[in-house]
Protein backbone atom coordinates (compact mmCIF):
# COMPACT_ATOMS: atom_id res chain seq x y z
CA UNK A 1 0.00 0.00 0.00
CA UNK A 2 1.05 3.16 -0.59
CA UNK A 3 0.63 5.97 1.74
CA UNK A 4 -2.24 8.36 2.74
CA UNK A 5 -2.19 11.96 3.03
CA UNK A 6 -4.58 13.18 5.92
CA UNK A 7 -4.40 17.23 6.09
CA UNK A 8 -4.89 18.20 9.66
CA UNK A 9 -7.94 21.04 9.69
CA UNK A 10 -6.57 22.25 12.58
CA UNK A 11 -4.28 25.02 9.82
CA UNK A 12 -7.46 25.53 7.87
CA UNK A 13 -9.08 28.70 7.01
CA UNK A 14 -11.99 28.80 9.41
CA UNK A 15 -13.29 31.86 7.92
CA UNK A 16 -14.15 30.23 4.94
CA UNK A 17 -14.19 25.89 5.91
CA UNK A 18 -16.39 25.31 2.96
CA UNK A 19 -13.60 26.45 -0.02
CA UNK A 20 -10.76 24.42 1.97
CA UNK A 21 -13.09 21.38 2.19
CA UNK A 22 -13.54 21.81 -1.60
CA UNK A 23 -9.94 22.20 -2.53
CA UNK A 24 -9.09 18.73 -0.38
CA UNK A 25 -12.22 17.00 -2.13
CA UNK A 26 -10.43 18.13 -5.38
CA UNK A 27 -7.35 17.13 -3.98
CA UNK A 28 -4.97 13.72 -3.74
CA UNK A 29 -5.91 13.69 0.29
CA UNK A 30 -6.86 10.54 1.52
CA UNK A 31 -8.58 11.41 4.77
CA UNK A 32 -9.36 14.84 6.39
CA UNK A 33 -7.77 15.33 10.44
CA UNK A 34 -9.74 16.67 12.56
CA UNK A 35 -8.08 18.12 16.01
CA UNK A 36 -10.44 18.09 18.69
CA UNK A 37 -9.02 19.41 22.29
CA UNK A 38 -11.00 19.80 25.41
CA UNK A 39 -8.23 22.79 27.13
CA UNK A 40 -7.55 19.78 29.55
CA UNK A 41 -5.61 16.94 28.18
CA UNK A 42 -4.22 19.75 26.16
CA UNK A 43 -3.75 23.07 26.42
CA UNK A 44 -5.68 24.50 23.62
CA UNK A 45 -9.51 24.13 22.60
CA UNK A 46 -10.33 23.51 19.33
CA UNK A 47 -13.75 22.84 17.93
CA UNK A 48 -16.61 20.03 18.54
CA UNK A 49 -19.44 18.51 17.36
CA UNK A 50 -21.29 21.20 15.12
CA UNK A 51 -18.01 21.86 12.86
CA UNK A 52 -17.44 18.03 12.66
CA UNK A 53 -21.14 17.65 11.10
CA UNK A 54 -20.24 20.63 8.74
CA UNK A 55 -17.39 19.19 7.48
CA UNK A 56 -18.94 15.66 7.31
CA UNK A 57 -21.54 17.15 5.77
CA UNK A 58 -19.53 18.25 2.82
CA UNK A 59 -16.33 16.41 2.94
CA UNK A 60 -15.80 13.27 0.18
CA UNK A 61 -13.65 11.40 2.18
CA UNK A 62 -13.24 9.97 5.33
CA UNK A 63 -12.86 11.36 8.68
CA UNK A 64 -9.93 10.79 10.74
CA UNK A 65 -10.34 11.86 13.91
CA UNK A 66 -7.63 12.78 16.92
CA UNK A 67 -9.44 13.13 20.17
CA UNK A 68 -7.34 14.94 22.72
CA UNK A 69 -9.43 15.12 25.65
CA UNK A 70 -10.28 13.57 28.87
CA UNK A 71 -12.62 10.29 29.12
CA UNK A 72 -12.62 10.23 25.53
CA UNK A 73 -15.21 6.91 26.53
CA UNK A 74 -17.67 9.04 27.38
CA UNK A 75 -17.89 10.88 23.72
CA UNK A 76 -17.19 7.81 21.30
CA UNK A 77 -20.65 7.35 20.31
CA UNK A 78 -21.10 11.08 19.65
CA UNK A 79 -18.08 11.08 17.69
CA UNK A 80 -19.10 8.17 15.73
CA UNK A 81 -22.57 9.93 14.88
CA UNK A 82 -20.91 13.08 13.68
CA UNK A 83 -19.04 11.08 10.72
CA UNK A 84 -15.56 9.87 12.19
CA UNK A 85 -14.64 6.97 10.35
CA UNK A 86 -11.52 6.89 11.86
CA UNK A 87 -11.40 7.57 16.08
CA UNK A 88 -8.23 8.18 17.51
CA UNK A 89 -7.61 8.61 21.41
CA UNK A 90 -4.86 8.85 23.52
CA UNK A 91 -3.51 6.01 25.29
CA UNK A 92 -2.76 8.95 28.64
CA UNK A 93 -6.48 9.76 28.50
CA UNK A 94 -7.84 6.11 29.14
CA UNK A 95 -7.95 3.68 32.66
CA UNK A 96 -10.05 1.21 30.17
CA UNK A 97 -7.71 1.80 27.07
CA UNK A 98 -9.11 -2.22 25.72
CA UNK A 99 -12.83 -1.64 26.66
CA UNK A 100 -13.08 2.11 24.58
CA UNK A 101 -11.36 0.06 21.80
CA UNK A 102 -13.78 -2.20 21.31
CA UNK A 103 -16.69 0.17 22.17
CA UNK A 104 -15.35 2.23 18.70
CA UNK A 105 -15.24 -1.17 16.86
CA UNK A 106 -18.45 -2.05 17.65
CA UNK A 107 -19.85 1.43 16.48
CA UNK A 108 -18.35 0.64 13.19
CA UNK A 109 -15.67 2.58 13.61
CA UNK A 110 -11.80 2.54 12.82
CA UNK A 111 -10.15 2.75 16.47
CA UNK A 112 -6.87 4.61 16.66
CA UNK A 113 -4.56 4.88 19.59
CA UNK A 114 -2.42 7.85 19.97
CA UNK A 115 0.65 7.96 22.07
CA UNK A 116 2.45 11.40 23.03
CA UNK A 117 6.21 12.30 22.84
CA UNK A 118 7.14 10.94 26.59
CA UNK A 119 5.04 7.49 25.93
CA UNK A 120 6.75 4.30 24.94
CA UNK A 121 5.95 1.67 22.17
CA UNK A 122 5.90 -1.17 25.24
CA UNK A 123 2.85 0.70 26.06
CA UNK A 124 1.32 -0.83 23.55
CA UNK A 125 1.93 -4.49 23.54
CA UNK A 126 -1.51 -5.55 24.95
CA UNK A 127 -3.59 -3.96 22.79
CA UNK A 128 -1.73 -3.99 19.06
CA UNK A 129 -3.83 -7.14 17.74
CA UNK A 130 -6.90 -5.54 18.37
CA UNK A 131 -5.64 -2.00 17.31
CA UNK A 132 -6.63 -0.19 13.57
CA UNK A 133 -4.31 2.56 14.00
CA UNK A 134 -1.49 4.23 15.71
CA UNK A 135 -0.59 7.75 15.89
CA UNK A 136 2.63 8.69 17.21
CA UNK A 137 2.52 12.08 18.18
CA UNK A 138 5.90 13.35 16.75
CA UNK A 139 4.91 16.87 18.53
CA UNK A 140 3.61 17.37 22.02
CA UNK A 141 0.19 17.79 21.55
CA UNK A 142 -1.88 21.25 21.59
CA UNK A 143 -0.46 23.36 18.87
CA UNK A 144 -0.22 23.20 14.99
CA UNK A 145 3.22 24.59 13.35
CA UNK A 146 5.45 22.77 15.42
CA UNK A 147 9.39 21.55 15.26
CA UNK A 148 9.27 17.88 14.45
CA UNK A 149 10.69 15.61 17.67
CA UNK A 150 13.57 13.39 16.31
CA UNK A 151 13.27 10.83 18.47
CA UNK A 152 9.58 9.99 16.85
CA UNK A 153 11.94 8.20 14.32
CA UNK A 154 13.10 5.73 16.56
CA UNK A 155 9.37 5.21 18.06
CA UNK A 156 8.07 4.61 14.61
CA UNK A 157 10.78 1.84 13.83
CA UNK A 158 10.20 0.22 17.03
CA UNK A 159 6.07 0.42 16.71
CA UNK A 160 6.82 -1.22 12.75
CA UNK A 161 9.02 -4.05 14.58
CA UNK A 162 6.11 -5.01 17.00
CA UNK A 163 3.26 -4.56 14.48
CA UNK A 164 5.20 -7.09 12.26
CA UNK A 165 5.97 -9.52 15.12
CA UNK A 166 2.66 -9.85 16.50
CA UNK A 167 1.10 -9.84 13.15
CA UNK A 168 -0.59 -6.90 13.55
CA UNK A 169 -2.89 -5.19 10.76
CA UNK A 170 -2.58 -1.95 12.45
CA UNK A 171 -1.79 1.24 10.50
CA UNK A 172 1.16 3.82 11.78
CA UNK A 173 0.23 7.65 11.43
CA UNK A 174 2.41 10.29 12.52
CA UNK A 175 1.13 13.71 13.43
CA UNK A 176 3.19 16.69 14.13
CA UNK A 177 5.88 19.02 12.57
CA UNK A 178 5.49 16.67 9.29
CA UNK A 179 7.69 18.36 6.42
CA UNK A 180 9.24 17.58 2.97
CA UNK A 181 12.21 16.96 4.46
CA UNK A 182 11.28 14.33 6.96
CA UNK A 183 8.41 12.61 5.09
CA UNK A 184 10.66 10.09 2.75
CA UNK A 185 12.60 9.14 6.34
CA UNK A 186 8.95 8.53 8.12
CA UNK A 187 7.98 6.45 5.09
CA UNK A 188 10.80 4.58 5.42
CA UNK A 189 10.67 3.75 8.78
CA UNK A 190 6.75 2.39 8.50
CA UNK A 191 4.45 5.06 8.37
CA UNK A 192 1.48 4.58 6.23
CA UNK A 193 -0.49 7.88 7.02
CA UNK A 194 1.21 11.26 7.13
CA UNK A 195 -0.58 14.02 8.80
CA UNK A 196 0.67 17.45 7.68
CA UNK A 197 -1.12 20.83 8.82
CA UNK A 198 1.13 23.55 8.39
CA UNK A 199 3.44 21.68 5.54
CA UNK A 200 -0.36 22.43 3.64
CA UNK A 201 -2.42 24.80 4.64
CA UNK A 202 0.72 27.39 4.67
CA UNK A 203 1.85 27.05 2.10
CA UNK A 204 1.35 28.81 -1.25
CA UNK A 205 -0.85 25.73 -3.17
CA UNK A 206 -2.69 23.30 -1.01
CA UNK A 207 -3.32 21.04 -3.82
CA UNK A 208 0.22 21.10 -4.86
CA UNK A 209 1.76 20.37 -1.78
CA UNK A 210 -0.61 17.59 -1.06
CA UNK A 211 0.55 15.90 -4.06
CA UNK A 212 3.95 16.56 -3.31
CA UNK A 213 3.87 14.40 -0.06
CA UNK A 214 1.63 11.59 -1.91
CA UNK A 215 4.82 11.13 -4.09
CA UNK A 216 7.64 11.38 -1.54
C1 LIG B 1 -1.36 18.79 17.18
C2 LIG B 1 -2.33 18.13 16.24
C3 LIG B 1 -1.84 18.04 14.86
C4 LIG B 1 -1.48 19.36 14.24
C5 LIG B 1 -0.41 19.09 13.23
O1 LIG B 1 -1.80 18.66 18.48
O2 LIG B 1 -2.65 16.83 16.66
O3 LIG B 1 -2.71 17.30 14.03
O4 LIG B 1 -2.56 20.00 13.61
O5 LIG B 1 0.00 20.28 12.71
P1 LIG B 1 1.39 20.46 11.97
O6 LIG B 1 1.42 19.53 10.80
O7 LIG B 1 1.36 21.90 11.56
O8 LIG B 1 2.47 20.14 12.98
ZN1 LIG C 1 -3.79 15.47 15.19
Known sequence: ??????????????????????????SKADWFHIDVMDGV????????FPIIKFINHLSKKPLDVHLMIVQPEKYVER????????????????????RTIHEIKSLGAK???????HSPINL????????DLVLIMSVNPGFGGQKFIPNSLKKIEHLKNL???????????VDGGVDFSNARQLIDAGVDVLVAGNTIFGSVNIVDSIEKLKKI
Open 1 to 26: MSHLVSPSLLSANFGNLEKDINTLNN
Open 41 to 48: FVPNISFG
Open 79 to 98: FVKAGAEILTVHYEACNHLD
Open 111 to 117: AGVSLNP
Open 124 to 131: LEDIIEIT
Open 163 to 173: IIKRNSKALIE
